[in-house]
């Protein structure tokens, strides 16, 4: 005979936290209760899950829909205008430390606001390589998150501008626009 159990605890095989498993009865009554991984599920149980169940689905489609979003703003916005990050440079434009996935994941959270119904360890940012320099850069936003039953992962192609905020850069390259023949080796 079978029963409804709700999982208190995640177990091994069963399921996790929080969902409604049939399972035999003697495996609940003799191992799932007392061990305090599980309770018999009541009616009001199964409605509460299955409505979680409903809710988990209809943000699974939003943030589909916000996906599909992003990409074409992506597309059509970010390419002629890239993501801008300043920084402090020397006068050769080397960025004083480096600029860090987690920079990058900033700026672009800041012009792509959408992104925020994502939690942080869905996005991660792949890097091309050390940003020590300003200039531009492509860089890899990885979105990596559970729409109901299955994960999708979506990589969205983004330009990132690194920009010089010294003044020490800014007069140097003043100068090279006023005498573009006495250039510094």
Do not use: C, W
């Not at 409804?4 to 936290?17: E, I, Q, S, T």
């Not at 007392?34 to 169940?53: F, H, N, S």
């Not at 703003?73 to 801008?84: A, D, I, T, Y």
């Not at 402090?88 to 920079?103: F, P, Q």
């Amino acid at each position: 005979m079978q029963v409804k159990v709700l999982l208190l605890r995640d177990v091994n095989n069963l399921g996790r936290a929080g969902e409604i498993k049939q399972v035999k009865r003697g495996y609940a009554v003799n191992f799932l209760i007392p061990q305090g991984l599980a309770k018999i599920a009541t009616p009001a149980d199964v409605a509460e899950y299955e409505r979680r169940l409903k809710l988990k689905q209809r943000n699974a489609k939003r943030k589909q829909k916000i996906l599909q979003d992003i990409k074409a703003f992506v597309e059509k916005k970010l390419v002629n205008k890239p993501v801008q990050i300043k920084v402090k440079t020397s006068e050769g434009g080397r960025v004083y430390g480096s600029v860090t996935e987690d920079d990058v994941k900033i700026a672009i959270l800041r012009r792509i606001p959408q992104l925020a119904v994502f939690d942080e360890k869905e996005l991660s940012v792949e890097l091309p390589g050390k940003m020590e320099y300003i200039g531009k850069y492509a860089v890899d936003l990885k979105v990596k998150a559970k729409l109901g039953d299955k994960t999708i992962e979506e990589t969205i192609p983004v330009f990132v501008d690194i920009v010089s905020i010294s003044r020490a850069h800014l007069k140097t390259e003043k100068k090279e626009q006023e005498n573009p023949e006495e250039k510094k080796e």
